[in-house]
């Protein structure tokens, strides 16, 4: 991850809600991992999101929502102080999270909505996940995703991006094309949950000025439609 980047806040407002989009951080490990897990229950196994922190070739982008505030519940035990403590170790033990959130509890204050991950390898941008909050989808936030993928990897000066989206998930496979993808392959069976196959799709030079002019107007119309102010990246 660019250390360039660790301060970075994007703040946007649509009509509604008002949102702040900046680099992943530890501590968002266990609302990302939460969000991970609605958007895509049957992935095995999970992605170790601590561990792509770690990664220089990973970089991690979370949206928040200024105006939601995330708490974690509370956590009633026994009042008899001779059981208390078994009553603790017991659900720390058997809690879900535990397993799949990599020990980290999600962070109080910002409410995560949503977050796009990426490698960066030889000049080629890889998109290894992308997922919006159930609650929050329908209102551009995916596309503006999206949008700041793109705009971060051609800043790390990558000449192209890739990514799989699922055969049958017709809705991604249109807002990637409507952004210049095309289909380069398909991995058989690439999905193992269901041996669905996997879209292989690409799109090459995103730096040239053309590509960027047509990621531009898309922006525009991306921002007339939600009412998002601004897109570039604060440092």
């Known amino acids: 991850m660019g250390i360039s980047y660790l301060n970075s ?4 407002r649509d009509k509604n809600l008002s949102y702040c989009v900046r680099l992943m951080r530890k501590e968002d490990i266990g609302q990302v991992s939460e969000v991970d897990r609605e958007a895509f229950p049957t992935q ?3 992605i170790n999101y601590r561990r792509e922190l770690q990664n220089r070739l990973a970089h991690y982008i979370v949206v928040s929502d200024e105006e939601g505030v995330f708490e974690e519940p509370e956590v009633k035990v026994s009042s008899e102080k001779g059981i208390s403590r078994l009553v603790t170790r017991i659900r720390w033990l058997f809690n879900h999270d535990r397993f799949f959130s990599n020990g980290q509890p999600p962070a109080a204050g910002q409410h995560l909505i949503g977050f796009v991950g990426f490698w960066i390898v030889a000049g080629e941008a890889h998109i290894t996940s992308i997922a919006v909050r159930e609650t929050h989808r329908r209102r551009g936030i995916g596309e503006w995703l999206l949008i700041s993928a793109i705009d971060l990897a ?3 000066n990558a000449s192209f991006f890739t990514l799989e989206v699922r055969a049958s998930n017709t809705a991604a496979q249109s807002l990637y094309y409507k952004y210049g993808f095309t289909q380069v ?3 058989r069976g690439y999905y193992t949950d269901n041996n669905e196959d996997g ?3 690409s799109i090459e030079n995103i730096t040239s000025a053309s590509c960027q ?3 531009n107007q898309l922006k525009q119309a991306h921002s007339r439609k939600w009412g998002i102010d601004c897109y570039q ?3």
């Open 9 to 12: 806040l994007i703040l946007v």
């Open 44 to 46: 095995w196994p999970p």
């Open 154 to 156: 051609t800043e790390l």
């Open 185 to 187: 392959g398909l991995r």
């Open 199 to 201: 879209v292989l799709m």
């Open 213 to 215: 002019a047509c990621v």
């Open 233 to 235: 990246i604060v440092r």
